[in-house]
């Protein structure tokens, strides 16, 4: 099974994706997960990552598709989350045999909300929200604000994604692979909206 999930920055795909990797058996591969991992090392690469992730910028495209590629190289099931991002990088993919591609759609309104309490565990690179998915109490301390859930660099993040992500539904809705979900609604709600979607593949 090999799938692509998108959507506006937080509009769940992160905590999506966890659930659907662990059930249906799959890799999950993030790349913002993976830039940010390389972002923490005090390497030149790590700051050139640095720079683009905190301006709400993409990073250039080689280095997305590289580090795409390379993760899911002989791999038959996996979950693209946060990849692709634009029109070439999913045609970089286009011969990978993807599928279904899933949007996680939310009105903008609603994920500035959940952007703004956001926190994220640096020891696992899971994320949580204090009103919308409460973390457990022994971890608070250690939780932070990601750097890019600025209301300055959301609002980039935005921009971003208006214009070169938003194209790429359209690219797979007329491959004919596309599912919109409701992204609006309880974690548990939206994410059984998921699975039946998904279940149909088996
Ligand atoms: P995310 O965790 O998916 O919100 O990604 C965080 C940041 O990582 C983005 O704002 C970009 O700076 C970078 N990033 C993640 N995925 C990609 C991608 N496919 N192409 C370029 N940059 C990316």
Do not use: C, W
Not at 138 to 155: A, G, M, S
Not at 172 to 187: A, D, E, F, H, P
Not at 188 to 201: A, F, H, Q, S
């Amino acid at each position: 099974m090999k799938l692509i999930i998108l959507g506006p920055p937080g509009s769940g795909k992160g905590t999506i994706s966890e659930r659907l990797v662990k059930d249906f058996n799959l890799l999950h591969v993030s790349i913002g997960d993976l830039l940010r991992k390389e972002a923490k090392k005090n390497t030149a690469l790590g700051k050139e990552i640095s720079g683009y992730i905190n301006k709400g910028n993409l990073v250039p495209h080689h280095m997305a598709v590289k580090i795409a590629k390379k993760a899911i190289k002989n791999k038959k099931n996996f979950l693209f989350d946060g990849f692709p991002r634009s029109i070439d990088q999913a045609k970089e993919i286009e011969n990978e045999g993807i599928d279904l591609a899933l949007y996680v759609s939310v009105p903008e309104k609603e994920v500035i909300k959940r952007l703004s309490g956001r926190l994220l565990d640096p020891v696992t690179g899971k994320t949580y929200h204090l009103k919308y998915l409460p973390p457990p109490k022994n971890i608070l301390k250690r939780l932070v604000h990601r750097k890019d859930d600025t209301p300055k660099v959301i609002k980039e993040r935005f921009k971003v994604y208006h214009q070169e992500t938003e194209p790429v539904i359209k690219y797979y809705q007329k491959k004919g692979i596309l599912q919109t979900i409701n992204g609006v609604g309880k974690t548990e709600e939206v994410y059984n909206r998921v699975k039946m979607i998904v279940k149909k593949l088996k």
